[in-house]
């Protein structure tokens, strides 16, 4: 599903460089579960943003489905990302002044459901993610927890094939995150392909790959656990 070949990026900011990532080659197989660990600075959201066609790389190609993603037009990348592509991050970008339904609906909205069926499904979304009594809250009237609950229905609405995912357990309170991560064991399950992000181990144990980076690299597990415990 994702190819990588001979990928570098670096960051040039006040005549200072810095290569941030260098990938030679990775692949994340169709249906794969992939944990991103790794120090901070390490690279890990710089790489996220490369699989979700937000950045282009300085050199090197990422393929998705065998389309190279940095080779299509702006427009045809936002279409890609938008037929393929689910993301959730940290900060969940939920629209402030519509309620976690109508936020979940506007996903369904965009992309065309009529809106008696927007209503049924978003509804039934948040049902799955135990929000069935606040459908009427607005962003600022529920926990982070929730948020990061509203967000993510809002992610799956659209049935992405693939989600890619920054930190989303990163603020949570145990139930939340609980929620959130057997949420992604069933979209795993149903086939989707899920990269995440995370510094949280109980996550992490969740996946079925894991990606260890350590200075803009991937290093093979057992050298990047030595080199923690060191
Ligand atoms: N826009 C930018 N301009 C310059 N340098 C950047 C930029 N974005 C990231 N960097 C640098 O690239 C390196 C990798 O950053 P990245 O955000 O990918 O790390 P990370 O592994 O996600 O860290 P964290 O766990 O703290 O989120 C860091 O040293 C960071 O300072
Ligand atoms: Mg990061």
Redesign the pocket.
């Known amino acids: 599903m994702y190819t990588v070949q001979n990928v570098t990026m670096t960051?040039?900011?006040r005549g200072q460089e810095?290569t941030?990532?260098r990938l030679p080659a990775l692949t994340i197989a169709k249906g794969e579960y992939a944990a991103i660990v790794?120090?901070?600075?390490?690279?890990?959201?710089?790489?996220l943003?490369l699989l979700g066609g937000m950045l282009s790389p300085t050199t090197g190609h990422v393929m998705l489905d065998d389309v190279s993603l940095y080779d299509l037009s702006p427009a045809d990348r936002a279409k890609a990302r938008r037929d393929k592509l689910g993301f959730v991050f940290q900060t969940f970008n939920l629209v402030p002044y519509l309620s976690a339904l109508e936020n979940v609906q506007l996903a369904l909205y965009l992309a065309g459901v009529p809106t008696a069926e927007q209503r049924k499904q978003a509804s039934s979304l948040l049902d799955r993610m135990g929000l069935a009594d606040r459908l009427h809250h607005k962003p600022s009237e529920l926990s982070v927890g929730q948020q990061q609950r509203v967000a993510l229905a809002r992610t799956v609405a659209n049935q992405p094939a693939i989600i890619l995912a920054?930190?989303p357990t990163g603020n949570l309170d145990p139930d939340s995150r609980r929620v959130v991560l057997d949420f992604f064991d069933e979209l795993h399950r149903d086939g989707c392909t899920i990269v995440m992000?995370t510094?949280d181990a109980v996550a992490a144990q969740r996946a079925s790959k894991w990606l260890h980076?350590r200075d803009?690299a991937i290093t093979p597990a057992a050298a990047a656990l030595s080199a923690e415990a060191a």
């Open positions: 960051y040039r900011r810095l941030a990532l790794g120090p901070s600075g390490s690279g890990k959201t710089t790489l943003s920054d930190e992000v510094h980076l803009g």
